[in-house]
């Protein structure tokens, strides 16, 4: 029951994208939607079950890699925290594919258009089910990718095109500094499990480590780094300048990416860091002031 929220919104971008020319612009929207309104159902049936009834599920589906210390798994972690962001995105994404069918409907490249907003859907399932760093940063990546394709979605127009890489580059630095957050994470732990590290921030707190000569108190360093990331998806201040312009996409997308999920994306992975947040206060008033300056 778990798996299949994540996995059939895959299962529909692939038959709309690759079978499109098979199925037709109806075909293709009828079967992403339907898929999408599965997964909702089934997210809603895992709320009832690990939100209210109070039963977690952790599945460990393979694993990545495994060189020394590094251990890189596929796992899926589904929490209160997860679920209920399942039933967002979900419920948004729905939403969006029902208004994209009379949208679109005049538009000869619908196929294409509704097998990205599925693997946009795919994308932003895996990053908040993930249950660890390296998972989380793949669907942190995967979800840019997928707002670069629907942001220049009519690639013949020029403003669009540059609106994309804008987005596209803006969001690399972000992406930059979640990555060295994720990296030094590793150094500090030896893990990139949520569980290990969260189990072990309160050991952590107060200790240093150095930076060009200097000493650096270690979980905030871990902290702003990985809120640099959270800064560019989220389109605080500072990285903010993609945002406007990326509503050169069709108005589902602005709905669906910049209204309801790709931006909240940097707000889930802030919330999922909060045990270690907790350990790093001179972070948490970075965060603060940050979230203020941009919401004025």
Known sequence: MYLPIVFLPLVGSSLA??????????????????????SLFLSC??????????SPCHIHLLDWFDSAAFVGSWGFLFDTLTVTMCIVVTF?????????????????????FIAYLSFFTFGMLTLITADNFMQLFFGWEFVGLCSYLLINFWYSRITANRAALKAFIINRVGD???GLGVFATFVVFQSIEF????????LYAHTNFTIFNCEVDQLTCLAVLL?????????????????PD????????SALIHAATMVT????????CSPLLEYAPDALSIIAFFGASTAF
């Open 176 to 178: 930059f500094g979640f």
């Open 195 to 202: 569980e290990t590290i969260f189990a072990c921030a309160p």
């Open 92 to 112: 948004v994404s729905s939403c969006v594919h029902l208004f994209s069918i009379d949208y679109m409907s005049a538009d000869p490249h619908r196929p294409r």
């Open 246 to 253: 990326a509503m050169e996409g069709p108005t589902p997308v």
């Open 265 to 272: 994306a940097g707000i889930y992975m802030i919330l999922r």
């Open 17 to 38: 994208g690759l079978g499109g020319r098979f199925v037709g612009p109806t075909g293709a929207s009828l079967i992403t939607t339907t898929c999408l309104l599965l």
């Open 45 to 54: 049936l895992c709320f009832y079950e690990v939100a209210l009834c109070g």
């Open 227 to 243: 809120f640099v990331g959270a800064v560019g998806k989220s389109s605080q201040i500072g990285l903010h300048t993609w945002l």
